[in-house]
């Protein structure tokens, strides 16, 4: 269990997961009638977070090589310490989407 508690190692199972569950889904989705539109956006936003995450996996493997560990351990401690300036970034976009959605729906 003390395998699962590190960040990384979320890639080495939620990929393998997706993809059994992404085959599953949409062979349900694909024999069961459903608008081939439904099957086509499921299968494509599936495979979009699966390679996501199988590049940020190879991003992981990265750190054991001399000449990239460096960059990579640098990279990863200053999005960690920028955290809090997303968030509040983040939440800028927000209050500016609700407005404009709310002024264009109106």
Do not use: Q
């Not at 699966?50 to 990265?62: G, H, N, P, T």
């Amino acid at each position: 269990m003390e395998h699962f508690k590190s960040f990384w190692n979320v890639f080495d199972v939620i990929p393998p997961l997706l993809i059994i569950i992404t085959a599953v889904l949409g062979e349900f989705l694909y024999t069961h009638g459903s608008e081939p539109d439904l099957y086509i956006n499921f299968r494509n936003t599936s495979w979009a977070v699966i390679a996501l995450m199988l590049c940020l996996k190879l991003f992981y493997f990265l750190r054991i090589f001399r000449n990239t560990g460096y960059f990579i351990s640098m990279l990863v401690f200053v999005v960690m310490d920028a955290r809090w300036f997303f968030m509040l970034y983040f939440l800028i976009h927000v209050a500016f989407f609700f407005s404009f959605a709310i002024l264009t729906e109106g």
